[in-house]
């Protein structure tokens, strides 16, 4: 893992600095930018990851929004080491985290019929949609993922989305939720959607932070009793 560092300047530049062992490796200047004052943030950068201006952007609001943690934290103020990459359903950390994630609602919906589940190998191929899985310090700590709709273009869902107990309070879940945001408006989504529930106090907290609202129902959660759906919609 190596670190990178972003200085928004207060000019119409800025910079990406991309660090390893106390050493810059790279760096490149974009002449874009909008800047009205200096600010900076650094992120870890998987070691065969190659950070963009979007990137540090994304992160840089990330610190603004939510403060520093490991997904994103003050230059030269080093936070644990997180990563969020790409993972398929197939990968047996990412399964055990599902795991704990079933055997969670089911503690919190006893009740027969109360839950669905539904995330296939085809909702996560290129151009559909993606699976992520956070790893802090080299542990598994939560996953997410969303899946285009079929019937509501440039919509996404949001599926899976799950912090370990351990791991919480550090806003892993925000992390987790913003990534999978930029992936899915890369590829034209500008309306996100999920399903949630009342005993979820968590996730719908983290979903208002986000800027999801109530919305329709749809689909398999028309008249579920214990479904919350939610919708955020991106200029």
Request: contains cysteine; hydrophobic residues 45%.
């Amino acid at each position: 893992m190596k670190v990178a560092y972003f200085q928004d300047l207060p000019s119409t530049s800025t910079a990406i600095t991309v660090w390893e062992n106390g050493a810059a490796l790279q760096s490149f200047v974009r002449a874009d930018g909008d800047a009205q004052a200096a600010e900076s943030v650094a992120w870890w950068v998987a070691d065969r990851h190659q950070p963009t201006a979007a990137e540090a952007l994304g992160r840089l609001t990330f610190l603004r929004i939510h403060g520093s943690s490991a997904y994103a934290f003050p230059a030269m103020q080093p936070r644990a080491q997180l990563s969020i990459d790409r993972v398929w359903l197939d990968d047996v950390d990412v399964q055990f985290l599902i795991a704990q994630l079933n055997a969670d609602l089911y503690q919190r919906y006893p009740e027969p019929g109360a839950l669905i589940f539904s995330l296939d190998p085809a909702d996560v191929v290129d151009g559909v949609g993606a699976l992520l899985m956070a790893v802090r310090d080299g542990r598994p700590i939560g996953c997410g993922a969303f899946r285009l709709t079929d019937d509501q273009p440039g919509t996404a869902e949001i599926k899976r989305m799950y912090v370990a107990p351990s791991a919480r309070g550090a806003k892993t879940g925000a992390a987790l939720l913003a990534e999978l945001e930029a992936r899915a408006v890369g590829l034209g989504v500008r309306r996100f959607i999920l399903e949630t529930g009342p005993r979820q106090p968590e996730a719908l907290a983290l979903y208002g932070r986000a800027g999801y609202v109530e919305c329709e129902p749809w689909g398999e959660f028309i008249g579920k009793d214990f479904s919350i759906c939610m919708e955020r919609v991106v200029e």
